[in-house]
T-cell receptor, first 115, second 113 residues
Framework: DADVTQTPRNRITKTGKRIMLECSQT?????MYWYRQDPGLGLRLIYY???????NKGEISDGYSVSRQAQAKFSLSLESAIPNQTALYFC??????????????FGEGSRLTVL | AQSVTQLDSQVPVFEEAPVELRCNYS??????LFWYVQYPNQGLQLLLK??????LVKGINGFEAEFNKSQTSFHLRKPSVHISDTAEYFC???????????FGTGTRLLVSP
């Protein structure tokens, strides 16, 4: 089983609908991230969380919200989806202290299409 | 603000040929540098990283990269590629902390027989 699991892997929805993308991890990491990947733009950070009580906006947080339900779970919500939020979304984790290997660990991605 | 430039959006090569994927960054201070690989329908995984020390960094699958501070570059190389190396490669840089990590736009490596 993957260490960082994203659900759903694929989702097609309509403009105005509320969408939640979920991420769970078994790595025991405190730090979790949500990225968006668009062709030709690379990855851009949406939100990040350093622990359950810590939530921070990233580069492109407008139109998104997040929830850190537990150390292992970090959800991304689109309250009212719009077509330009069509993208591939990645969750990632990183360790701290002795668990910090200088590496981000990624899920397999959630492809979202907004019609 | 930091930026990362991957000059080539796509690099086609033949199997067993050498390859270099270019990455330049803009920063006047010390940075940490990374190369990640994304195979089709998968997430990104770390190929190699430069945090400090030797400027020649060896990674997984026979890849290596050299940190060149004077040219602000961190080019990725492999002496002989395989079909299985077909993937997208991302260069990334941070001055500290993954929350400040900036990714390049990616280079798609296409290896043909």
């Amino acid at each position: 089983d993957a260490d960082v699991t994203q659900t759903p892997r694929n989702r097609i929805t309509k403009t105005g609908k509320r969408i939640m993308l979920e991420c769970s991890q078994t790595k025991g990491h405190d730090r979790m991230y949500w990225y968006r990947q668009d062709p030709g733009l690379g990855l851009r950070l949406i939100y990040y969380s350093f622990d359950v009580k810590d939530i921070n906006k990233g580069e492109i947080s407008d139109g998104y919200s997040v929830s850190r339900q537990a150390q292992a779970k970090f959800s991304l919500s689109l309250e009212s989806a719009i077509p330009n939020q069509t993208a591939l979304y990645f969750c990632a984790t990183s360790g701290t202290g002795t668990e910090n290997t200088g590496e981000l660990f990624f899920g397999e991605g959630s492809r979202l299409t907004v019609l | 603000a930091q930026s990362v430039t991957q000059l080539d959006s796509q690099v086609p090569v033949f199997e067993e040929a050498p390859v270099e994927l270019r990455c330049n960054y803009s920063s006047s201070v010390s940075v940490y540098l990374f190369w990640y690989v994304q195979y089709p329908n998968q997430g990104l995984q770390l190929l190699l990283k430069y945090l400090s020390g030797s400027t020649l960094v060896k990674g997984i699958n026979g890849f290596e990269a050299e940190f060149n501070k004077s040219q602000t570059s961190f080019h990725l190389r492999k002496p002989s590629v395989h079909i299985s190396d077909t993937a997208e490669y991302f260069c990334a840089v941070t001055r500290g902390g993954f929350q400040k990590l900036v990714f390049g736009t990616g280079t798609r490596l296409l290896v043909s027989p």
